[in-house]
């Protein structure tokens, strides 16, 4: 177990072995908000971060952001349950879904009625995104409960100088049809954003032996406004619907049964906030904030069965920030927050069961230019929670800039956590006490350098993390099923690589390659061990995964760019079914290339075409769950 002292001792020891050895970017102009809640520029970040920003989504024909993710951002594993809607997840650094936050205009999205208080990727668009944040490794000392693997921070578009309106249109295989229209602009005091999308599909069959289709529907509504009162006074608010319809194939044992079933869901958040500035060194932000996620499932109307389940999670939040800085070169972030979160179910018609919890936090993130070349950050948080108890953490990080701007050493260290959901505090309506935390601690170091008579820039990481007091259902030799904390460790150590190469004007590569290696401990330790399932490696975690997008602008035609993707994903280990009754299965490793073609016309119109999966490679993210065949994609956007 590696202590903060032997951290820090490590990565000094890498500076300055490197000192003489490396040569690397000026300054890179990209401004980062997540590692600490306040604004710093990527270039003295000690936290392994990756930025996806408006220019990336202007570029991108991806209409959902969990696709965008999975293939431009290093450690990030991204499985579906078959076509678009489905239920999906992200891992970040080969842990599972729930050991990352995600957070929309600075709300908490996890789903509090969900079994383990995650959140589903399947029904965010993309066309409404600013921008995305992923910091990668634990990050509880500035998000708290749940940022062990890390944290994805996404902003929704905000108003810019004068009125723009904005339109898309998509037409798809599968009968997929995609509009949205926006409205934006901003003056001196003002600023507003309206975003409305549909997005339907007839889509296509989630398992892999069915035929029939599996229908989805999603429209989406962002409204967000903003007002300068004065030099010290702002005004923010943010709001996000999305309304969501899908048919999905329920996993059965029977490898030809048809079981579909039909899901209605809706997803909100909502914040408001203030902010006063009474002068340059000290800012204030006092926020509300409501997120609710509602999931209504039930069977086929041709199935004959009534059964219904529902599904109901808000979460209240009231936060506040601090920004001190006490000169140029030091300055703390601190804070309070306060959050109830609420749950109801009513499954299989069975009785409603309600459960709430609050949690309340103070934090704490000091930054400090220790000398010209080196930034440090020290943050620690503790949080209180009503049912499982008080955990701390903490996180420590170290930058160590060349004077030439091109070489960047980078390291961090932290502990984190994860409290019980309350759907494990209460599995099968028998609440549990006797639950605590999941902990964990993580390490991390790194070089960042670019060669800029090449063009080429290279961000190499290597990560370390583990965790313990796993909190897991399984089901005993009376066939009854609990949750509890397992006494197994659970390992993740890897290596991240990201490049991008502009050969010359017309021939650009974007490269990411990771590799994950991964020790399921709590299954080791299961104390009723099923030879037939029993196994270290993680479920649907890939040991090597890489990503090559090529993009090419053909000489005389500067109007027209092409860009093809590959993906290659190696074989990964999953459940034989969900009782883990069958003998585990091996995911096939699978190689995926897509094509986009964009032509701009007078600069207001867009006009692409893509075909995906080209080669028609039939592959699984999850077991008996099928991926996307050979696809088009034709759409048109006009911007004015």
Do not use: C
């Not at 300055?331 to 179910?345: H, L, N, P, Q, T």
């Not at 006490?433 to 961000?459: C, H, R, V």
């Not at 490679?617 to 034709?634: I, P």
């Amino acid at each position: 177990m590696f202590t903060k002292l032997k951290i820090i001792a490590l990565s000094l020891i890498l500076i300055f072995s490197y000192k003489n050895s490396i040569v690397f970017a000026t300054d890179i102009p990209i401004i980062v908000i997540a590692p600490s809640k306040k604004a710093q520029s990527v270039s003295t970040v000690g936290t392994s971060v990756t930025v996806l920003d408006e220019t990336f989504f202007k570029n991108s024909n991806e209409l959902f952001l969990g696709d965008a993710l999975a293939t431009n951002s290093t450690s990030i594993n991204f499985f579906q349950n078959g076509g678009h809607g489905q239920t999906s997840a992200i891992q970040l650094r080969g842990l599972p879904k729930r050991y990352s936050t995600v957070y929309i205009d600075g709300v908490k999205m996890s789903d509090p009625a969900s079994p383990s208080n995650d959140y589903s990727f399947n029904h965010i668009l993309t066309s409404q995104i600013a921008r995305v944040e992923i910091l990668k490794g634990n990050q509880s000392s500035v998000y708290g409960s749940g940022a062990i693997g890390g944290t994805i921070n996404i902003t929704t578009k905000k108003g810019e100088p004068g009125f723009q309106k904005k339109i898309q249109y998509n037409n798809a295989s599968h009968g997929t049809h995609n509009l949205s229209l926006s409205f934006s602009g901003a003056d001196d005091n003002d600023d507003f954003y309206i975003g409305i999308e549909r997005f339907q599909t007839d889509g296509m069959s989630a398992m892999t032996h069915n035929d029939e289709k599996d229908r989805y529907r999603n429209n989406t509504i962002v409204a967000n406004y903003g007002r300068k009162f004065s030099d010290k006074i702002k005004f923010e608010s943010n709001l996000r619907v999305a309304e969501t319809y899908s048919q999905y194939d329920k996993e059965v044992n029977t490898a030809t049964a048809d079981h579909s079933e039909e899901l209605d869901a809706l997803q909100s958040s909502a914040n408001i906030s203030l902010v006063f500035e009474p002068n340059n060194q000290f800012t204030n932000k006092f926020t509300l904030s409501n997120a609710y996620i509602e999931r209504i499932a039930a069977e086929t109307p041709n199935s004959g069965n009534t059964a219904q389940d529902n599904y109901y999670g808000t979460r209240y939040g009231f936060m506040y920030s601090g920004n001190y800085n006490f000169n140029l070169d030091n300055g703390v972030v601190f804070g309070f927050e306060r959050e109830d979160d609420k749950m109801g179910y009513d499954k299989n018609m069975t009785g409603r069961l309600d459960d709430h919890a609050y949690v309340t936090s103070t934090y704490f993130d000091y930054q400090s230019r220790v000398t010209n070349n080196i930034y440090a950050t020290f943050g620690s948080r503790f949080d209180e929670h009503k049912h499982a108890g008080n955990e701390d953490s903490h996180r420590a990080t170290l930058a160590y800039l060349f004077d030439d701007k091109t070489t960047k050493l980078k390291s961090s260290y932290g502990t984190g956590f994860r409290f019980p959901a309350l759907y494990e505090l209460n599995w099968l309506n028998s609440f549990n006490s006797s639950m605590k935390a999941e902990t964990s601690e993580s390490f991390d170091f790194g070089i960042e350098k670019s060669f800029l008579n090449l063009g080429l820039s290279i961000d190499a990481s290597y990560f370390n993390m583990r965790y313990e007091d796993t909190l897991e259902g399984w089901k005993g030799p009376n066939a009854d099923w609990s949750t509890h904390n397992f006494p197994g460790v659970v390992k993740s150590h890897g290596l991240e690589l990201a490049s991008k190469w502009k050969k010359s004007d017309t021939l650009n590569f974007d490269l990411n390659y990771t590799y994950t290696s991964t020790y399921d401990g709590a299954e080791q330790d299961d104390p009723d061990k099923n030879s037939n399932y029993h196994d270290s490696r993680m479920v649907r975690v890939p040991k090597n995964i890489i990503n090559l997008a090529t993009n090419v602008k053909i000489p005389g035609y500067k109007n027209l760019d092409l860009t093809l993707n590959t993906k290659w994903s190696d074989n990964a280990r999953d459940y034989g079914n969900g009782n883990r009754t069958w003998k585990d299965e091996t995911l096939d490793d699978y190689l995926v290339n897509d094509l986009s073609i964009k032509y701009n016309l007078w600069n207001t119109y867009n006009l692409f075409f893509d075909i995906n999966n080209i080669l028609d490679e039939k592959y699984e993210t999850t077991r008996d769950y099928s991926q996307m065949d050979r696809s088009f994609n034709l759409g048109l956007r006009r911007v004015y």
